[in-house]
């Protein structure tokens, strides 16, 4: 699927906020691949559909994750604003036929990471994260220690989530604590 085709069928399923933020999210994702020698045409792709299924509704992204191919725990299942990754990754390989195994991966784990992520996935992970109109306490730190690297990125990325569920009382997924943990013995073991 081409840039063109892709950019219509996600403007056509998202509101245009988000479609802004997908368009946002591709461009940044492309930047951080090309500064990494990576394919920039697949990760612009992940990046432009990683939230293919953020305008279902609660009832649905359940209904749809129960059928998925991905495997999802129950506490992500638990936590419904989560579950339009991995609907995303379902539903783009089925509706929209790409089967990219980077690709899918990437759109999965954009949410909760995977501390065995690709680096494409940790590309997506990290631009929808600092994309241009994110706008919040911290965002500058964030965005220089990806500067730094990527595996800063996800250390500063994690921290900064976790700090934030932890302040608001939320549930804290498991798959957040072990990619940072991962990226911390990554950076301090070497």
Known sequence: M????????IKECLPAARFKHSLAVAVTAEKLAWKEGLAVD?????????????????EELKRLARISSWYIDQEEMSIYQLLHA????????????????????AIRY?????????KLAVIIY????????????????????VDQGLDYG?????????????DHNRVIHPNTLALRNAYLRRIYDE
């Open 2 to 9: 081409n840039r063109e085709k892709t950019i219509e069928v």
């Open 42 to 58: 697949k990760a612009y792709l992940a990046g432009l559909l990683h939230d293919y299924a953020k305008g279902y509704s609660e």
């Open 86 to 105: 991995p609907v995303a990754a379902y539903l783009v390989e089925k509706e929209l036929g790409i089967d990219d195994s980077q690709i899918l991966e």
């Open 110 to 118: 954009h949410t909760i990471g995977s501390p065995d992520m690709g």
């Open 126 to 145: 990290i631009a929808d994260f600092i994309e241009p109109s994110r706008d919040f306490s911290g965002i500058d730190k964030i965005r220089k220690e």
């Open 154 to 166: 996800i250390l500063a990325i994690t921290n900064h989530i976790l700090r934030y569920h932890l």
